[in-house]
Nanobody, 127 residues
């Protein structure tokens, strides 16, 4: 059974930083890319950032550009999200996800592109 496990969430003051990690466990599998989504209280889950292993292309939501950085390791099916200059609006449960098939970059913004999901890790930013 394939599982994605997130870690690194927590409580931080506005302006602070957190680094989220996500790693695959269970049987090995290959991916074309991975991403992060988040769900804030009372809101739909939304795209945050993604990375395609081929070429190392990265994609970001406008709300996090310049503050968040995604990176990862294809061989280890691991992805990280470095979050700087955090704002109270970044408070959410953050989910990592993995892509098992080839898609062009524009599809990485869309939830249905992703085949596997983690359970989420809570990030709370206090003002």
């Amino acid at each position: 059974q394939i599982q994605l496990v997130e870690s690194g969430g927590g409580l931080v003051q506005a302006g602070g930083s957190l680094r989220l990690s996500c790693a695959a466990s269970g049987r090995t599998f290959s991916t074309y890319g991975m991403g992060w989504f988040r769900r804030a209280p009372g809101r739909e889950r939304e795209f945050v950032a993604a990375i395609r292993w081929s070429g190392g292309d990265t994609y970001y939501a406008d709300s996090v550009k310049g503050r968040f950085t995604i990176s990862g390791d294809n061989a280890k099916v691991t992805v990280f999200l470095q979050m700087n200059s955090l704002e109270p609006e970044d408070t959410a449960v953050y989910f990592c996800a993995a892509v098992r098939r080839y898609y062009s970059g524009r599809y990485y913004y869309v939830e249905r592109t992703y085949d596997y999901w983690g359970q989420g890790t809570q990030v709370t930013v206090s003002s």
